[in-house]
C-alpha cells in the first residue's frame, strides 16, 4: 500500500491524475447515469480502484469498519432517523401543523408561513429536510390547496421550509461534518441556532411580499383560548428540542446519546401519551427505517473507501495549491468553495457531497483561518440550497412524486424561495458572528 501512495502522490505532484483514480472516477459516473443506488456506486468505484492500484479487498472491509469504529458520533444518524420516522408516523405532526396554524394562519398567505413555521418545530425533532418534506410538507401541501393556492407554489415553500430543519439542532448532515473534521457536534448544534431562524424569518418575509402582490387569502384568528388548546395537545412534542438542547448543554449527555434520548422520547410519544401508532403499524415502519438506515450506512462506507483514495491521491493537497494560488484570503477562499459546493449540489446527493468535498476542503478552511463551526454550518446551510436546486434537488422530486404534482410546476415557483436562501447564505458568510455568537454565549472561544 506505501508504494502505491508514493507513487500516486508523484502523478499528482506532476500534473497527473493516476490510472486507477481515473477508473474511480469512471465507474462513479457510470453509476450515477445508469441511477445505480449511491452507495453501491461509491463502493463498487472505492473497490475498482483498490484493484487497480493493486491492493489487497480485504481493504474494503477494513475501510469501512475501520472508519465507523472509529467515528461513534455517527450512531446519532440512525437514531435521529428513528425518531423522524415516528414522529411523522404518530399524531405529533398533525398536532404540530394545528398549532402553527393557530399563530400565524390569520397573515395574509398564513398557510404557507405556516409551512415554514412547521419546518422550525419539526427541525427540533428530526434533523432531516427529507423527513421534513415528507411529513409535514404533504399535510401543509394539502391544506394550501384546499384553501386555493396553487399546487406548485404549495410544493416550493414546502421544498424550500424544509431546508430549515437540518440548521436548527439536532442536525444529521452537522453529526456527520462533525464525524469527518473532529469539530464538537454541541457547538455545532449552537452555530446553527441563530441561522436557522434568521432562514425562517427571510423565507416568511418573502411569503408575505408574494402574498401581497397575489393576493392570497388569510384566515380569521382562532383566539387565544384555542391557541391555548392546540398549545396544550402539541406540548410533549414542543418539548422535544428543549430535552436534547437542554441536556446536552447542561452536559447530562452527549449529542450521540441525545440521539438515543430522542428515539425513546418518540417511542413514548406514540405509544403511551398519543396511543397513535399499532404494532402492526411499528412494524412497517421498523422495515422502513431499516431501508433508511441501510442506504445512508452504504453511502457512509462507500465514502470512507473513496476518502482513502483521495488521501492517497494527494487531492486535498493538490486542490488547496490550486485554490492558494488564485488567493490567501480566507473569505474569498470560503466563497469560492461556497460557489463549488453549490454547483456540485445540483447534481450530487447532498451526504455524498459531505462525506468526499469536506475532508478535501476542511483543512483549506482551517489553514486559511477559517472558523470551523463557521465553517460548518454555511457549508450545512450551501448543500440543504442544493436539495432544492434544479436539476436534481431531491426535495423537488419527493413533494412533486407526492403530491402527484408535475415537477416543472415546482421548478417554476422555487426560483425565488432559492435566491432567499441564496442570499441568507451570503449573509452568514459575510458576517461569522451570526454563526458564532451563541457558540461563544455558552464558552467557545473559537
Not at 472508519?67 to 458520533?73: L, W
Not at 444518524?77 to 411523522?88: C, E, T
Not at 383566539?223 to 446536552?248: M, Y
Request: with cysteine; glycine share 10%; hydrophobic share 55%.
Amino acid at each position: 500500500m506505501g508504494g502505491s501512495k508514493n507513487c500516486s502522490i508523484t502523478n499528482i505532484e506532476q500534473g497527473r491524475m493516476s490510472f486507477a483514480f481515473m477508473a474511480l472516477i469512471v465507474i462513479f459516473v457510470a453509476a450515477f447515469v445508469l441511477r445505480i443506488p449511491i452507495g453501491y456506486g461509491l463502493i463498487s468505484a472505492g473497490i475498482v480502484y483498490l484493484l487497480v492500484a493493486g491492493e489487497s479487498l480485504s481493504s474494503v472491509g477494513q475501510l469501512m469498519m475501520g472508519g465507523f469504529n472509529s467515528k461513534f458520533v455517527l450512531l446519532a444518524v440512525p437514531l435521529f432517523i428513528f425518531a423522524a420516522q415516528i414522529m411523522n408516523s404518530s399524531t405529533v405532526t398533525e398536532r404540530i401543523f394545528t398549532f402553527a396554524f393557530g399563530l400565524v394562519g390569520r397573515f395574509r398567505g398564513g398557510l404557507a408561513q405556516v409551512n415554514v413555521v412547521n419546518s422550525v418545530i419539526f427541525s427540533g425533532m428530526s434533523g432531516s429536510a427529507v423527513a421534513d418534506t415528507g411529513g409535514l410538507g404533504v399535510m401543509s401541501v394539502k391544506a394550501m390547496t384546499d384553501k386555493g393556492y396553487e399546487k406548485g407554489f404549495s410544493c416550493a415553500v414546502t421544498a424550500a421550509s424544509s431546508t430549515v430543519g437540518p440548521i436548527i439542532p439536532p442536525s444529521i448532515p452537522m453529526v456527520i461534518y462533525a464525524s469527518l473534521t473532529g469539530t464538537s457536534v454541541g457547538l455545532l448544534f449552537a452555530g446553527g441556532i441563530v441561522p436557522g431562524v434568521l432562514l425562517a424569518l427571510m423565507l416568511m418575509a418573502l411569503i408575505s411580499l408574494l402574498a401581497r402582490r397575489r393576493d392570497f387569502p388569510r384566515d380569521p384568528w382562532i383566539g387565544f383560548t384555542l391557541l391555548l388548546t392546540r398549545f396544550l395537545r402539541a406540548g410533549p412534542a414542543l418539548l422535544v428540542p428543549v430535552i436534547l438542547l437542554g441536556g446536552i448543554y447542561a452536559g447530562v449527555f452527549t449529542p450521540t446519546e441525545a440521539a438515543a434520548v430522542a428515539a425513546s422520547y418518540a417511542l413514548i410519544l406514540a405509544f403511551v401519551v398519543y396511543r397513535s401508532i399499532s404494532i402492526s403499524e411499528f412494524v412497517s415502519l421498523l422495515r422502513l427505517v431499516g431501508k433508511q438506515i441501510s442506504a445512508v450506512s452504504l453511502m457512509i462506507g462507500g465514502a470512507f473507501i473513496i476518502n482513502y483514495a483521495v488521501a492517497v491521491e494527494g487531492i486535498p493537497r493538490a486542490v488547496a495549491d490550486a485554490l492558494l494560488s488564485i488567493t490567501d484570503d480566507g473569505l474569498m477562499l470560503l466563497l469560492i468553495i461556497n460557489l463549488l459546493f453549490l454547483v456540485m449540489g445540483m447534481f450530487l446527493d447532498t451526504i455524498v457531497l459531505l462525506l468526499i468535498m469536506v475532508p478535501i476542503t476542511f483543512p483549506i478552511m482551517v489553514a486559511a483561518g477559517v472558523d470551523p463551526i463557521h465553517f460548518g454550518v454555511v457549508i450545512v446551510l450551501n448543500m440543504m440550497i442544493g436539495l432544492s436546486t434544479p436539476p436534481f434537488g431531491v426535495n423537488l422530486f419527493i413533494i412533486s412524486q407526492m403530491t402527484k404534482t408535475p415537477l416543472r410546476n415546482v421548478i417554476r415557483e422555487i426560483w425565488p424561495f432559492i435566491g432567499t436562501m441564496l442570499l441568507t447564505l451570503v449573509i452568514l458568510i459575510l458576517v461569522p458572528d451570526l454563526v458564532l455568537w451563541f457558540p461563544r454565549l455558552i464558552g467557545y472561544a473559537g
